[in-house]
């Protein structure tokens, strides 16, 4: 493990709080990339972001906010607006922008909120 | 947008046999199909993938192959080990670059010894 870390590993909060789930990478990577993760369902795609103070909605972005002020981290906010926001989020970064390849995915933050 | 599409959702296997593993996908000009492997409460880690530029790729007791035509692809594996059991998402990567991954809704594998 190492590499890309993401913090903390389960979180709680309340109904109508904002959260911030922290994703930080150590390699040097372009682009980096936050899933959400239901039970028994795949990998679905919030935001993404190419290059730093850059990035683009993914397939489930409502509810969901980032920021990309260094090319190390990309944290995730998740908002009061997200209707349904218990889940495991991943965080996953690729070495270079434009071609596919491998991401590398962080441990996962677990967030429940009651 | 692409669409990926995976089955089975469950597959059950006695050790030694072999596991197979479809994924369908929509969108023609996909050019990448990694395949991940995700045990209980970890992250997921990339055991294959394939470009479309190849049909099959082989590693040890893994196995990739790519028909472009019918827009699917497949995870092989041979000779199953306790150890193979987790769950399995194929992705594949659409046009457009930005490196975007669309995952399949994922395999639960058990390997029986």
């Known amino acids: 493990d190492g590499g890309i870390t993401q913090s903390p590993k389960y979180l709680f909060r309340k109904e109508g709080q904002n959260v911030t789930l922290s994703c930080e990478q150590n390699l040097n990577h372009d682009a980096m990339y936050w899933y959400r993760q239901d039970p028994g369902q795949g990998l679905r795609l919030i935001y993404y972001s190419q290059i730093v103070n850059d990035f683009q909605k993914g397939d489930i972005a409502e509810g969901y906010s980032v920021s990309r002020e260094k090319k190390e981290s990309f944290p995730l906010t998740v908002t009061s607006a997200q209707k349904n926001p218990t889940a495991f989020y991943l965080c996953a970064s690729t070495p270079r922008q434009g071609r596919s390849y491998e991401q590398y995915f962080g441990p996962g933050t677990r967030l429940t909120v009651t | 947008g692409e669409n990926v599409e995976q089955h089975p959702s469950t597959l059950s296997v006695q050790e030694g046999d072999s596991a197979v593993i479809k994924c369908t996908y929509s969108?023609?000009?996909?050019?990448?199909f990694p395949w991940y492997k995700q045990e209980l409460g970890k992250r997921p880690q990339l055991i294959i993938d394939i470009r479309s530029n190849v049909g099959e790729k082989k590693d040890q007791r893994i196995a990739v192959t790519l028909n472009k035509t019918a827009k699917h692809f497949s995870l092989h594996i041979t000779e199953t080990q306790p150890e193979d059991s987790a769950v399995y998402f194929c992705a594949a990567s659409p046009s457009g670059g930005y490196n975007k991954l669309i995952f399949g809704a994922g395999t639960r594998l058990a390997v029986h010894p």
């Open positions: 969108d023609s000009a996909s050019n990448y």
